[in-house]
C-alpha cells in the first residue's frame, strides 16, 4: 500500500499472494494516516492481480472502515477481483454505506486510471 503518484491523490493497494484478515485492518489503519495527511479527495485502487486467496472473515472489518470514513475518500477501484470479492463488496456496500459509495470493477489498471480521470474532470 502506497501513493501512486506523486500528488497523493490516489493509493494503491496490492494484494499478493495470500492475505488475511489482520492485513485488512493494518490497511484501514495506514490508509486513515494517509487520507488524514493531505486536504484533497483520494481515490484508491486494490488490485488483485496477483492475489491467491481471499480470509472467509473479511467482513469483520466494516465496522472500522466505516467509522474510520473520511469525507476526502473518492472512488474505490477494485482491479482483477474474484467473483468471491466481488459478492463480499456488494454486501459490504449495504453494511457499510458511506465507505462504499463510490465502488467500480475493473479489469485492468488502465481501466481504474480511466474511471479515476474521468472522475477529476467531473470534480474540476
Not at 481504474?112 to 477529476?120: R, S
Amino acid at each position: 500500500m502506497d501513493w501512486n503518484n506523486p500528488e497523493r491523490t490516489i493509493i494503491r493497494v496490492v494484494f499478493d499472494g495470500e492475505w488475511e484478515t489482520d492485513d485488512l485492518y493494518r490497511m484501514i489503519n495506514k490508509g486513515v494516516s494517509m487520507i488524514d495527511s493531505v486536504d484533497h479527495k483520494v481515490d484508491s485502487i486494490f488490485d488483485f492481480t496477483r492475489s491467491t486467496s481471499s480470509p472467509t472473515s473479511a467482513l469483520a472489518t466494516l465496522g472500522r472502515m466505516e467509522a474510520t470514513h473520511s469525507e476526502k475518500e473518492g472512488l474505490l477501484i477494485f482491479v482483477k477481483a474474484s467473483s468471491y470479492i466481488k459478492a463480499l463488496i456488494n454486501i459490504a456496500r449495504k453494511l457499510a454505506p458511506k465507505t462504499f459509495a463510490q465502488i467500480y470493477f475493473v479489469d485492468t489498471l488502465n481501466e481504474a486510471y480511466t474511471h479515476i480521470n474521468n472522475q477529476a474532470r467531473v470534480r474540476s
